[in-house]
């Protein structure tokens, strides 16, 4: 960086190109207020006097134990205590939770990864499977996962397989479909011209891939794989819901449900949400590496 040139934060704000992004959260911000107070106004109307101003019914609407909708600031509040609150071992604590979460959807997106790009140079080099393969792996996606995973569950344990590894397949089976798409229009991206130079020098098909296709294709992969990382987080969540998991973000939100703890409903959702960020973040910074290591080019 030139010395005394503002960071890059600092110039955004400078010339203003926070400004949209500040604008719609504030936007937000206020029809989230606005609606937490007219749903929680039948609660708050009856904890209060008759003669009670409007600033203590907004501040009761937005106080409550279980409000229907909470406000911003009882989410913050309840996600900070339960993020650092509790011992990083305990069962209430969310950093806890959400590593099972984590370990479900990492796992589960290595074995999406590792088949799609199998398929996908399959589909591509065998004609064969392009007409018969791709067909199925788009009409995977029909089947609702709430309805598969019980049965990955009941299959995957009579064969003596539990705990983790159903988790991951399920996560699997949701991401690896963006990869495979993204992997096959990537592989063929190519121009003609390219092959057709590729074929007079005499290169074989494993020269052809190496040397031209998979360096095409990993254009297309890495838009893909931000899909599918958001995809497997929400397949591990799902994975936890009819498995009667002890641990995960899922199981944290089938126990919010059962009690009515809407606070660690949405504390939870919002723990979900950072992990996702926290994958498309990695994502981001494995492929700069890898444009940095192709001469600043994917």
């Not at 010395?3 to 949209?20: H, I, M, S, T, Y």
Request: glycine residues 8%; proline residues 7%.
């Amino acid at each position: 960086m030139i010395e005394g040139a503002p960071a890059a934060p600092a110039r955004r704000l400078r010339d203003g190109a926070c400004l949209p992004i500040a604008t719609v959260l504030l936007a937000v911000l206020a029809i989230w207020y606005a609606a937490a107070l007219v749903l929680n106004a039948p609660a708050a109307r009856a904890v209060l006097p008759k003669q009670a101003g409007i600033a203590a019914f907004a501040g009761a609407a937005w106080s409550q134990t279980r409000p229907l909708l909470p406000a911003p600031q009882q989410i913050a509040g309840t996600l900070a205590r339960d993020l650092f609150g509790w011992p990083l071992n305990a069962p209430r604590n969310l950093f806890f939770q959400a590593s099972a979460t984590v370990a479900e959807a990492a796992l589960g997106l290595a074995f999406a990864l590792a088949l799609g790009i199998l398929l996908a140079v399959a589909i591509v080099h065998l004609r064969a499977f392009d007409r018969s393969l791709m067909p199925w792996v788009i009409a995977s996606q029909t089947v609702p996962v709430l309805a598969i995973a019980p049965m990955v569950v009941v299959v995957l344990g009579n064969l003596g397989l539990s705990g983790l590894l159903p988790k991951a397949a399920i996560a699997g089976y949701l991401a690896f479909f963006p990869i495979t798409v993204g992997m096959v229009k990537g592989l063929r991206a190519p121009d003609p011209l390219q092959l057709d130079l590729m074929r007079t020098y005499s290169a074989s098909r494993r020269q052809v891939f190496a040397k031209l296709r998979w360096p095409a294709s990993l254009s297309f992969l890495f838009p893909n794989l931000r899909i599918a990382v958001a995809l497997a987080v929400v397949g591990a969540i799902v994975a936890e819901l009819p498995t009667g998991a002890q641990a995960g973000l899922g199981a944290r939100l089938l126990a919010g449900s059962y009690y009515g703890q809407t606070l660690q409903l949405w504390a939870t959702l919002v723990m979900a949400s950072l992990v996702s960020l926290a994958g498309l973040g990695a994502v981001g910074l494995i492929e700069r590496g890898m444009r940095t290591l192709r001469g600043g080019r994917l």
